[in-house]
C-alpha cells in the first residue's frame, strides 16, 4: 500500500506540474509583447525588415536633439486633411511600427503592421471617401490611390489599436503568408538579438549591396575591397539605441566563412585609422570648424570594431555614438540652398557675337 501511494503521489505532481507549466505558459510569462507581435506578422521572404517604437523613442531626450537637427517638413494639405478628418497624427499616436520590405519580381512592395491610438470609426469613414471599402477574407479592406503613383495602398483593422497595410495588388496574401518555417525562424533569431534597441532594420543580402553603397559612397571613400567584403555577408542589422542625449549605433555583418569576416574587421580598423589621421591633417583642419572637427574625432573616438564567432556564422560588429555635437556638425557639412535666382533680362541673341 504504501509504494501505492507513492506512485499516486508522483502521478499528482507530474499532473499539477503539467497544468501549471501549460497555465504559465497560456496567461502568464509566455504572453508575447506588442513588439513581438508585431515582429511576427512580418512575412518569412522579405528582404529587409524594419522596426521602430515610437513610444520607446519619445522617452529619450535624444528624440528631441534629432527633432532640432531635422529639417522642418513643409506642410502637405494632403495629410492636413487626414489629420483633421481623423483626428490620428502620426508623430504622438503612433506607438511602433514594423515594416517588410518585399521584392515581386521588377517592382519592391512594402507590408506594415502599426499600433497606434486609432480613431477606427473617424479613419473608416475617411477612407470610404476617399477609396474604396470591401469584405474580403472575413476582413474589411480599404483602399485608396497613392499620391503621385498608380498603384493603390491598402489596410485592415487586425484590431482597434491595430493595423495592417501595403502598396501590394493583395493585402490578403500577405496576411497569410507562412512565418513559421526556417526563414522565420531566421529572421525570429536576429529579432530576439536586438531586443534592447527601440530601432533596428534587418536585411537579409540577395544582391550586391556592397556594390550599391560602394556607388553612393563620398568622392574619397570608395573601397572596392570592403564593398566585395559585404557582398559575402548573408545578414546585416544596424539598431539604435538611446542612452541619455546620444545615440549608440550597432551595426553588425554576418556571414558563414571565418576569412571574410576577419578581413572585414582589418579593413575596418584601417578605415577607422585613416579617418581619424586625415582629421589631424593640417590642411583638413583648417578647412573644419574646430567645433565640426572635434564632433567627428569624438565620434570616431567611440567606435569600436570587434569579431563574434557564433559557431555557424561569424559576425563583425561596428558600434558608435551619435552626439548632439555630431549632428551639429553635420548640419554645418550640408551646403546650405543657392538663393533664387533673379529675374534677368536676356541678350537678344542677334546681338551676340563670336
Same mark, same amino acid.
Given at each position: 500500500?504504501?509504494?501505492?501511494?507513492?506512485?499516486?503521489?508522483?502521478?499528482?505532481?507530474?499532473?499539477?506540474?503539467?497544468?501549471?507549466?501549460?497555465?504559465?505558459?497560456?496567461?502568464?510569462?509566455?504572453?508575447?509583447? *506588442?513588439?513581438?507581435? %508585431? &515582429?511576427?506578422?512580418?512575412?518569412?521572404?522579405? =528582404?529587409?525588415?524594419?522596426?521602430?517604437?515610437?513610444?520607446?523613442?519619445?522617452?529619450? *531626450?535624444?528624440?528631441?536633439?534629432?527633432?532640432?537637427?531635422?529639417?522642418?517638413?513643409?506642410?502637405?494639405?494632403?495629410?492636413?486633411?487626414?489629420?483633421?478628418?481623423?483626428?490620428?497624427?502620426?508623430?504622438?499616436?503612433?506607438?511602433?511600427? !514594423?515594416?517588410?520590405?518585399?521584392?515581386?519580381? +521588377?517592382?519592391?512592395?512594402?507590408?506594415?503592421?502599426?499600433?497606434?491610438?486609432?480613431?477606427?470609426?473617424?479613419?473608416?469613414?475617411?477612407?470610404?471617401?476617399?477609396?474604396?471599402?470591401? !469584405?474580403?477574407?472575413?476582413?474589411?479592406?480599404?483602399?485608396?490611390?497613392?499620391?503621385?503613383?498608380?498603384?493603390?495602398?491598402?489596410? $485592415?483593422? %487586425?484590431?482597434?489599436?491595430?493595423?495592417?497595410?501595403?502598396?501590394?495588388?493583395?493585402?490578403?496574401?500577405?496576411?497569410?503568408?507562412?512565418?513559421?518555417?526556417?526563414?522565420?525562424?531566421?529572421?525570429?533569431?536576429?529579432?530576439?538579438?536586438?531586443?534592447?534597441?527601440?530601432?533596428?532594420?534587418?536585411?537579409?543580402? /540577395?544582391?550586391?549591396?556592397?556594390?550599391? #553603397?560602394?556607388?553612393?559612397?563620398?568622392?574619397?571613400?570608395?573601397?572596392?575591397?570592403? !564593398?566585395?567584403?559585404?557582398?559575402?555577408? +548573408?545578414?546585416?542589422?544596424?539598431?539604435?539605441?538611446?542612452?541619455?542625449?546620444? &545615440?549608440?549605433?550597432?551595426?553588425?555583418?554576418?556571414? $558563414?566563412? /571565418?576569412?571574410?569576416?576577419?578581413?572585414? =574587421?582589418?579593413?575596418?580598423?584601417?578605415? &577607422?585609422? #585613416?579617418?581619424?589621421?586625415?582629421?589631424?591633417?593640417?590642411?583638413?583642419?583648417?578647412?573644419?570648424?574646430?567645433?565640426?572637427?572635434?564632433?567627428?574625432?569624438?565620434?570616431?573616438?567611440?567606435?569600436?570594431?570587434? +569579431?563574434?564567432?557564433?559557431?555557424?556564422?561569424?559576425?563583425?560588429? %561596428?558600434?558608435?555614438?551619435?552626439?548632439? +555635437?555630431?549632428?551639429?556638425?553635420?548640419?554645418?557639412?550640408?551646403?546650405? *540652398?543657392?538663393?533664387?535666382?533673379?529675374?534677368?533680362?536676356?541678350?537678344?541673341?542677334?546681338?551676340?557675337?563670336?
Amino acid at each position: 500500500m504504501k509504494q501505492r501511494s507513492i506512485a499516486r503521489a508522483i502521478v499528482a505532481i507530474i499532473v499539477v506540474g503539467a497544468l501549471a507549466l501549460y497555465g504559465y505558459r497560456r496567461w502568464g510569462g509566455a504572453r508575447s509583447s *506588442p513588439r513581438d507581435e %508585431l &515582429l511576427l506578422e512580418m512575412p518569412a521572404d522579405a =528582404s529587409a525588415v524594419l522596426f521602430l517604437d515610437l513610444d520607446g523613442l519619445r522617452q529619450s *531626450p535624444f528624440l528631441a536633439e534629432l527633432y532640432k537637427w531635422a529639417p522642418e517638413p513643409k506642410a502637405d494639405p494632403d495629410y492636413a486633411q487626414f489629420l483633421e478628418s481623423t483626428g490620428f497624427n502620426y508623430e504622438t499616436d503612433l506607438s511602433r511600427v !514594423s515594416i517588410a520590405v518585399l521584392k515581386r519580381g +521588377q517592382e519592391t512592395t512594402l507590408f506594415a503592421v502599426a499600433d497606434g491610438r486609432f480613431d477606427r470609426k473617424k479613419i473608416s469613414a475617411y477612407a470610404s471617401q476617399t477609396g474604396t471599402r470591401e !469584405s474580403r477574407g472575413g476582413r474589411e479592406i480599404f483602399s485608396a490611390p497613392m499620391s503621385g503613383s498608380a498603384r493603390r495602398i491598402a489596410f $485592415t483593422f %487586425l484590431r482597434n489599436n491595430r493595423i495592417a497595410l501595403t502598396n501590394d495588388n493583395s493585402l490578403e496574401s500577405a496576411l497569410s503568408a507562412p512565418r513559421g518555417d526556417s526563414d522565420g525562424q531566421a529572421w525570429r533569431e536576429r529579432f530576439r538579438r536586438l531586443a534592447g534597441s527601440p530601432v533596428f532594420a534587418v536585411v537579409r543580402q /540577395d544582391a550586391a549591396l556592397g556594390a550599391a #553603397l560602394g556607388a553612393k559612397a563620398p568622392g574619397g571613400l570608395e573601397s572596392p575591397q570592403l !564593398s566585395a567584403l559585404i557582398d559575402q555577408l +548573408q545578414w546585416i542589422t544596424v539598431a539604435g539605441k538611446p542612452e541619455a542625449d546620444r &545615440l549608440r549605433v550597432i551595426l553588425e555583418g554576418e556571414g $558563414t566563412a /571565418d576569412a571574410p569576416a576577419r578581413q572585414l =574587421s582589418d579593413v575596418l580598423n584601417g578605415l &577607422l585609422v #585613416l579617418a581619424e589621421a586625415g582629421l589631424h591633417d593640417q590642411k583638413l583642419r583648417q578647412q573644419l570648424q574646430p567645433g565640426v572637427r572635434e564632433a567627428y574625432l569624438e565620434m570616431l573616438k567611440s567606435a569600436d570594431v570587434s +569579431q563574434i564567432d557564433r559557431g555557424e556564422t561569424k559576425s563583425v560588429r %561596428l558600434i558608435f555614438d551619435v552626439t548632439p +555635437q555630431f549632428l551639429e556638425a553635420a548640419r554645418a557639412s550640408i551646403p546650405a *540652398p543657392s538663393p533664387a535666382p533673379q529675374n534677368k533680362v536676356l541678350p537678344n541673341k542677334s546681338t551676340i557675337r563670336n
